[in-house]
C-alpha cells in the first residue's frame, strides 16, 4: 500500500526482542521481505545484502526471487556482465520465466554495446554512446517497461 517506512519500522520493533531476532536471521522469507523494502526505500546497498542471504535457501522459488532481485540492483549499477550471470543462474531455478529471460537479453546487448564503446573508430564510439541511450536494450520481447521487484 505504499507505507514502506512503516512497515520497515515495524520490523525494526519487533528484531528488538532477541528471540524474534534470532528467529528473524534464520528465516530466509523475512530477510526476503527486509530485501525488499530495502530495494523499495532506494537502499540497495542493504538491499543486496539481504538477498545475498536470501540465497542460501534450499527454497527454490524464493532463491530465484532473490536472485532476479539482486540481479536488478546488479543492473541499475550497470555492471552488465555480473547481472547477466544472475540472470542466468535465476533462469537455472526458474525456466520459463520471461522477465529474467528479457533482461538477460537486454544486459546481453547492453554489454556489447558497451564493449564497442571504447573502440578506436571515433564515429564507431559516438554511435554506441547514443545508443546506449535508448533503453529498454532489445526487442526480442515484446513486454517492456521496468524492471520489476518480485513480492
Given at each position: 500500500?505504499?507505507?514502506y517506512?512503516?512497515a520497515f519500522?515495524?520490523?525494526?520493533k519487533l528484531e528488538?526482542n532477541p528471540?524474534?531476532r534470532k528467529?528473524s536471521e534464520k528465516?530466509p522469507?523475512?530477510?526476503?521481505?527486509k530485501?525488499v523494502?530495502y530495494?523499495?526505500l532506494?537502499e540497495?546497498?542493504?538491499?543486496?545484502?539481504?538477498?545475498?542471504?536470501?540465497m542460501?535457501?534450499?527454497?527454490?522459488?524464493?532463491?530465484?526471487?532473490?536472485?532476479y532481485n539482486n540481479?536488478n540492483i546488479?543492473?541499475?549499477?550497470m555492471d552488465?556482465s555480473?547481472?547477466?550471470?544472475q540472470?542466468?543462474?535465476?533462469?537455472?531455478?526458474?525456466p520459463?520465466?520471461?522477465?529474467a529471460?528479457?533482461?538477460?537479453?537486454?544486459?546481453?546487448?547492453g554489454?556489447m554495446?558497451?564493449?564497442?564503446?571504447?573502440?578506436h573508430k571515433?564515429?564507431e564510439?559516438e554511435?554506441?554512446i547514443?545508443?546506449?541511450?535508448l533503453?529498454?536494450?532489445?526487442?526480442k520481447?515484446?513486454?517492456?517497461?521496468?524492471?520489476?521487484?518480485?513480492?
Amino acid at each position: 500500500m505504499g507505507r514502506y517506512q512503516h512497515a520497515f519500522s515495524t520490523i525494526r520493533k519487533l528484531e528488538e526482542n532477541p528471540f524474534i531476532r534470532k528467529l528473524s536471521e534464520k528465516d530466509p522469507l523475512i530477510t526476503y521481505n527486509k530485501g525488499v523494502l530495502y530495494s523499495l526505500l532506494m537502499e540497495n546497498k542493504k538491499a543486496s545484502d539481504e538477498y545475498r542471504k536470501t540465497m542460501e535457501t534450499k527454497d527454490p522459488v524464493l532463491k530465484a526471487r532473490a536472485i532476479y532481485n539482486n540481479a536488478n540492483i546488479i543492473a541499475e549499477d550497470m555492471d552488465f556482465s555480473t547481472a547477466a550471470m544472475q540472470y542466468v543462474e535465476a533462469l537455472k531455478i526458474d525456466p520459463a520465466d520471461f522477465q529474467a529471460k528479457k533482461n538477460l537479453e537486454r544486459m546481453r546487448l547492453g554489454e556489447m554495446q558497451f564493449n564497442t564503446m571504447f573502440s578506436h573508430k571515433q564515429e564507431e564510439r559516438e554511435d554506441r554512446i547514443e545508443s546506449l541511450k535508448l533503453i529498454p536494450w532489445g526487442t526480442k520481447y515484446r513486454y517492456s517497461g521496468e524492471q520489476k521487484i518480485r513480492w
